[in-house]
């Protein structure tokens, strides 16, 4: 099993850009695909996008299209970076690995709190 | 896109009572459900894949079950530590996207 362990805390000013950092502390992302999932304060769960470290290839959801890029190098550290950012973008930002057989996410970050604050 | 229905939002139920949880899609589910548990202040954690599949290391007293539209997660005697938020998660044909319940809380009664 994958160990993720994902960078600090982040406080930016709306309209700035972050970059969150996930590291595979024990074995490299190799047949997995990297998550990033985000949870607002008191809120459920909110999928962000899935990168596969191999190809490059991304999806993102709808509501990021165009403000979220997500990248890797090699298979052994995944980044999310979100543009733009807005009061509403505050939440935890969790990583995850999904692995190439199937659609469930079997290990997670800590989580990156991400403060957007003037 | 599938949207995914918990219920009930809060259980209230005592230690050694059982769990039903609920998790309805939308329109007929083509692939596998998951299902999550968190507790504050931590990360989500793996239960159950592909609708009945536990996890490495997850007790026996937490079963998946369901198909097309219907899902349910049971905790059969529940344990101190099985207080917390539950969410059940699949994804998406077209977009494809991943896509997660609004959770069902299990407290302490």
């Known amino acids: 099993q994958v160990h993720l362990v994902q960078s600090g805390a982040e406080v930016k000013k709306p309209g700035a850009s972050v970059t969150v950092s996930c590291k595979a502390s024990?074995?490299?992302?190799?047949?997995?695909?990297i998550h990033w999932v985000r949870q607002a304060p008191g809120q459920g769960l909110e999928w962000v996008g899935r990168?596969?470290?191999?190809?490059?290839?991304t999806y993102y959801g709808q509501k990021f299209q165009g403000r979220v890029t997500m990248t890797s190098d090699t298979s052994i550290t995944a980044y999310m970076e979100l543009r733009g950012l807005r009061s509403d973008d505050t939440a935890v930002y969790y990583c995850a690995t999904q692995p190439q057989n199937g659609d469930h996410l079997d290990d997670w970050g800590q989580g990156t709190l991400v403060t957007i604050s003037s | 896109e599938i949207v995914l229905t918990q219920s009930p939002a809060t259980l209230s139920l005592s230690p050694g009572e059982s769990a039903t949880l609920s998790c309805r899609a939308s329109?007929?589910?083509?692939?596998?459900l998951a299902w999550y548990q968190q507790k504050p202040a931590q990360a989500p954690r793996l239960l159950i894949y592909?609708?009945?599949n536990r996890a490495t290391g997850i007790p026996a007293r937490f079963n998946g079950s369901g198909s097309e539209t219907d899902f349910t997660l049971t905790i059969s005697n529940l344990e101190p530590e099985d207080f917390a938020v539950y969410y059940c998660?699949?994804?998406?044909?077209?977009?494809?996207?991943?896509?997660f319940g609004q959770g069902t809380k299990v407290e302490i009664k």
């Open positions: 592909d609708a009945s």
């Open positions: 024990r074995y490299t992302f190799t047949d997995s695909y």
């Open positions: 329109q007929n589910v083509t692939r596998f």
């Open positions: 990168i596969n470290p191999d190809s490059g290839g």
């Open positions: 998660q699949l994804r998406n044909d077209w977009p494809v996207t991943w896509t």
